[in-house]
Structures are given as structure tokens and as C-alpha cells.
């Protein structure tokens, strides 16, 4: 679960993906990997109505020292469905990068660059932020610190009603 959370925020970047984070992995010295993703929440959760998120693209996780590691999203976009109205859909780029350094006391510090999207409701809501942005989760998963930085941030939940 802890997992499946900082991968959303990453790609929604990183606990929307249907996928674990296994298979973001490519070695540091391979290229990033083809990914898709899949997920569907209930209204309430996300937006005020049901969303619909999908996405094709291609990711990777560099490991390096000191417990550190980027994610990387190059031509990574997000398809975000208002599942009520269909039609009221946007397809964003995503290609942003995480930088996590895992803290002796077990934190991890998420820095964002680029464009990235948010997914963890808990952080800062359902938005694209584009620019430089930090979030903090205890080593129970739970943001200590919620998303902020410089940069754009725009409510994608505002962009499908």
C-alpha cells in the first residue's frame, strides 16, 4: 500500500499504475521501459465526480547511492476521464523526474521537476504541477510535509467538469 501510493504521486505519477513498481525498474545502463497504467476512483476520492486515468508512455528508476533514486518519465502522458461525461476528458505530458532520498529515520523526501501529476489526495489534491516541488512521507506512508514548491499547479479535477 505504502508503495502503491508513492508510485501514484509520481505518475499520478506513481499510485495510479496498475503496475508495481517492479516493472518501472530498468537497470541503470538500459533504457527507460514501455509502461501503461489503468485506474479508475470512485467521486470522492480524487475529484467530486468518478475519474478514469490511463497513459502510455515509457519510465525508469535509477538507483543511486545513499538510498536515492530518480524516476524518470520521458514521453509519459496521462489520459484523465470524467467517467460520468466521457467527453469531458484532457490528455496531459508527464515527462517530469522524482528525486527520492530515503532519511535515517525512515522519511522519504519526494522532489519533483518538471511536469508531474499528484494523485495522492492527502499531498495536495489532484493537480498537475509543473516547476520544482517537494512532498515528505513518514516511513508510514503518511505526508508530513504536503506538496509545495515553485512552479504552476493546475486542479485537474476543475479541467474534466
Known sequence: MYQSRLI??????????SCGTGRLVAYNGGP?????????????????????????GKA???TLSGDRFILTAPDLFATVNNVNHPSKNVTLNITGAAHLTQMPDGSIVWRFTGRNLNADPRAAGFVLFI?????????AGNPTQPLSGTGQMSDICAMIE
Not at 8 to 17: D, P, Q, V
Not at 36 to 53: N, R
Not at 131 to 139: E, I, L, S
Open 32 to 56: 527507460p521501459v514501455e509502461q501503461t497504467f489503468d485506474v479508475s476512483w470512485p467521486a470522492g476520492y480524487q475529484c467530486a465526480l468518478p475519474v478514469h486515468l490511463t497513459g502510455p
Open 8 to 17: 501514484a504521486i509520481f505518475l499520478g505519477l506513481l499510485t495510479c499504475m
Open 131 to 139: 516547476g520544482n516541488f517537494t512532498v515528505v512521507y513518514d516511513a
Open 60 to 62: 525508469k528508476t535509477i
